[in-house]
Nanobody, 123 residues
Framework: HVQLVESGGGSVQAGGSLRLSCEAS????????MAWFRQAPGKEREGVAA???????IYADSVKGRFTISHDNAKNTLYLQMNSLKPEDTAMYYC?????????????????WGQGTQVTVSS
């Protein structure tokens, strides 16, 4: 069965950086739509960045220019490099995957989810 395991979260000060990883098992991640979502307490889950099987990427306006999504095919791992972090980036970050998707940043497009990794940014 498809398995996604996130890591790399933590606590940083504003302006700092973190790199999240999502290790995929039992499927070829490069042939799936893959994405990062986040959810802060009391808020809906929102799309952060996504990459499709052709390597096209899309970002939420709030993270453009600061976050970069990528995948390492050899390691079957998805990454999210987060720079210039802000307190409003504080949330639980989730990795998601699906073999078919059209709206890359819509949570309902994804059938497979990891357990999440917490990111906390202090001012």
């Amino acid at each position: 069965h498809v398995q996604l395991v996130e890591s790399g979260g933590g606590s940083v000060q504003a302006g700092g950086s973190l790199r999240l990883s999502c290790e995929a098992s039992n499927f070829n991640a490069s042939s799936y739509c893959m994405a990062w979502f986040r959810q802060a307490p009391g808020k809906e889950r929102e799309g952060v960045a996504a990459i499709d099987s052709d390597g096209n990427t899309i970002y939420a306006d709030s993270v453009k220019g600061r976050f970069t999504i990528s995948h390492d095919n050899a390691k079957n791992t998805l990454y999210l490099q987060m720079n210039s972090l802000k307190p409003e980036d504080t949330a639980m970050y989730y990795c998601a995957a699906d073999p078919l998707c059209t709206i890359l940043l819509r949570p309902s497009e994804y059938n497979y989810w990891g357990q999440g990794t917490q990111v906390t940014v202090s001012s």
